[in-house]
């Protein structure tokens, strides 16, 4: 339960966090314009999530990170024009400035619906993966902590969009928000697009640029955080503003509807702080107690024969992995690692991938997880190069052994230096 909680809230709540605020600003500035242009938005980002996520399903060919590019390089543009017309247009009246602007705005809620999406209409089919029937605990917990996660999350947009819309808040406070919550937003999808562009080898791996996508990958989580500041400092302000200005009316009905309407601008105050708690503690403590049973066994050291390491198949036939380690001609430790896929396949690798370096990597049921950035792979794709899967290592099978040649382990030696 604990898995699908933190993965559903994880991947959703900054776009969640953004998107109300975005709305709340908008109904706000233009509370009688219609608003097709959100429709057409969300209709687009659906259609190219439904369609990712049917390819991934059914065919070979659709990847992920390529996927993202199409997402994030719009995303990153579309952005940057929107923060700089956003003040100029609300500001004036202009027809060409106003369509321009809705049609940034279409585009951003277009590319974050790509990007947040398929991921939610993909983790259902993970669910019964490895399981016999559906009929048990372990299926029942992995659904429950999926619509947990979705419910959560929906409860904290729709209160950030109320307490948000609140005329005890000033627009130019909003959209100085807003613009804050964008820019960070923004600042992640270029470290996401930065990374995918450097493990896939797509640009040079100029140290420039390097060095800052390594220090960030492990602190990925600081722009969730960030937004969460932000949305925690609008309630906070919500709060004080109710606070300094009572309700008042020129008669008692009135002054009963102010007080009503102070009442619940509260609530949804107090459900978006109580939200973003929760949704802190499941990405902190949650996480921490998912990940508790991180031990790294030591890698066993095999002697080479005639330039070749020989691993008897019955030693790493049992789904589980194992970190072995051979040293080379200049003393070099090189790991590596063995897992069984299937009755004919094996993931064979080095314990370090192109983007997080000879970091390692630990097994969890039934996938690998990189020590470095956290991320998750099926155990199906281990072999195969691309983003942070282990840099892959060739070998043979013969008389019931795995067979690996030692010039293939020297020639990788430097990841390990």
Same mark, same amino acid.
């Given at each position: 339960?604990?898995?699908?909680? $933190? ?59 390529? &996927? ?16 700089? $017309? ?47 029937? $559906? ?30 819309? /609140? ?20 600042? +992640? ?6 990374? $995918? ?25 600081? %722009? ?19 606070? /300094? ?32 708690? +929760? /949704? ?7 996480? /921490? ?19 070749? =390491?020989? =691993? ?11 970190? %072995? ?35 390692? &990597? ?53 990841? %390990?230096?």
């Amino acid at each position: 339960m604990l898995q699908y909680l $933190i993965k559903v809230t994880n991947n959703s709540l900054s776009t969640v966090l953004v998107m109300s605020l975005l709305l709340a600003v908008l109904f706000r500035a233009e509370p009688t314009e219609k608003k097709t242009y959100l429709r057409w938005g969300w209709a687009l980002g659906f259609a190219a999530a439904l369609i990712y996520a049917v390819l991934k399903r059914n065919t070979g060919f659709a990847v992920r990170e390529y &996927y993202d590019l199409g997402a994030l390089l719009p995303s990153i543009v579309a952005s940057f024009c929107f923060l700089c $017309i956003l003040w100029w247009i609300f500001w004036g009246n202009n027809k060409v400035y106003r369509l321009t602007l809705h049609f940034f705005i279409l585009c951003v809620v277009a590319t974050w619906t790509a990007y947040c999406l398929p991921d939610l209409l993909l983790y259902p089919f993970e669910f019964a993966v490895g399981m016999d029937t $559906i009929f048990n605990t372990d299926f029942m917990y992995k659904v429950i902590g999926y619509v947990l996660g979705l419910l959560v999350l929906f409860l904290i947009g729709l209160a950030y969009f109320f307490a948000a819309s /609140s005329e005890k808040l000033p627009l130019l406070g909003l959209k100085s928000i807003l613009a804050l919550e964008v820019l960070v937003m923004g600042a +992640f999808q270029s470290l996401t697009v930065a990374q $995918i562009l450097l493990g896939r080898n797509l640009i040079p791996r100029y140290k420039w640029l390097m060095g800052p996508v390594m220090w960030f990958l492990p602190r990925v989580n600081g %722009f969730m955080y960030a937004l969460m500041g932000l949305a925690l400092i609008l309630s906070l302000i919500l709060f004080a503003r109710l606070r /300094s200005m009572p309700p008042t009316g020129e008669n008692p009905a009135q002054l009963r509807k102010a007080k009503t309407g102070a009442r619940r601008q509260k609530r949804f105050g107090g459900v978006v702080l109580t939200g973003l708690l +929760f /949704s802190l503690l499941v990405l902190t403590v949650g996480q /921490s107690y998912a990940n508790r049973t991180v031990e790294l066994s030591p890698p066993v050291e095999l002697l080479a024969t005639e330039g070749r =390491i020989i =691993i008897p198949l019955e030693n790493v036939n049992d789904g589980k992995l194992y970190r %072995f380690m051979y040293k080379t001609s200049d003393g070099t430790e090189v790991r590596y690692i063995v897992i069984r896929k299937s009755d004919v396949a094996y993931g064979v690798g080095l314990d370090a991938c192109d983007v997080c370096g000879a970091t390692g &990597y630990y097994q969890r049921k039934d996938q690998v997880i990189c020590i470095l950035c956290d991320v998750v792979m099926n155990i199906s794709t281990i072999g195969f190069a691309g983003g942070c899967n282990p840099v892959p290592l060739k070998y043979v099978i013969e008389s019931g052994s795995l067979v690996i040649e030692t010039s293939a382990l020297e020639a990788e030696k430097r990841r %390990f230096r």
